[in-house]
T-cell receptor
Framework: DAGVIQSPRHEVTEMGQEVTLRCKPISGHDYLFWYRQTMMRGLELLIYFNNNVPIDDSGMPEDRFSAKMPNASFSTLKIQPSEPRDSAVYFC?????????????FGSGTRLTVV | KQEVTQIPAALSVPEGENLVLNCSFTDSAIYNLQWFRQDPGKGLTSLLLIQSSQREQTSGRLNASLDKSSGRSTLYIAASQPGDSATYLCAVRPRNYGQNFVFGPGTRLSVLP
């Protein structure tokens, strides 16, 4: 199993540009989570999906953030327009049963820098 | 609302020492608790997962315990090595707050050679 795969590993962009982060969950996992990690706020849940359907997006900070999961093997997190305060590490995680039995598996993250 | 705290925030020990990291949570209604390791600039690696019905889990030099009634978990690391240096996070999967883990802030461990 290749684990949770995220791309790109690093992204540097200028303020105002659109940024798209990508995630491929582990095959057979029916839950997918997007987290953001900063020094100040730690790990924050942004949104999660169950069977490709967004269940809770209350952690999405603003309308500039959007996430999609068009199929069971792919999800995107988009920021448009990006701002310097969006600079953080964005993690994707997947699980079976929502983590109630098997816990979470995290990807390696995307380090986003908005200048 | 479930809250998770970890003490200490940072810990520095000489190589070879046994050490304990602490995790506390406010609501005992959990499915499980998971310990993760995060190396600088890297993702989270799962170390141990303890179900609410279990008291402890062991993997190599690591032993995690869970006392659900008191809202506490400990991660015991035996014979620490410089390669154990990382940030250790605990996370609980609540029964009552939706389908996601609640993370603690982490303990940054440095093992000195």
């Amino acid at each position: 199993d290749a684990g949770v795969i995220q791309s790109p590993r690093h992204e540097v962009t200028e303020m105002g540009q659109e940024v798209t982060l990508r995630c491929k969950p582990i095959s057979g996992h029916d839950y997918l989570f997007w987290y953001r990690q900063t020094m100040m706020r730690g790990l924050e849940l942004l949104i999660y999906f169950n069977n490709n359907v967004p269940i809770d997006d209350s952690g999405m900070p603003e309308d500039r953030f959007s996430a999609k999961m068009p199929n069971a093997s792919f999800s995107t997190l988009k920021i448009q327009p990006s701002e310097p305060r969006d600079s953080a590490v964005y993690f994707c995680a997947s699980s079976r049963t929502g983590g109630a039995v098997h816990g979470y598996t995290f990807g390696s993250g995307t380090r986003l820098t908005v200048v | 609302k479930q809250e998770v705290t970890q003490i200490p925030a940072a810990l520095s020990v000489p190589e070879g020492e046994n050490l304990v990291l602490n995790c506390s949570f406010t609501d005992s209604a959990i499915y499980n608790l998971q310990w993760f390791r995060q190396d600088p600039g890297k993702g989270l690696t799962s170390l141990l997962l303890i179900q609410s019905s279990q008291r402890e889990q062991t993997s190599g030099r690591l032993n995690a315990s869970l006392d659900k009634s008191s809202g506490r978990s400990t991660l015991y690391i035996a014979a620490s090595q410089p390669g154990d240096s990382a940030t250790y996070l605990c996370a609980v999967r609540p029964r009552n707050y939706g389908q996601n883990f609640v993370f603690g802030p982490g303990t940054r461990l440095s093992v000195l050679p």
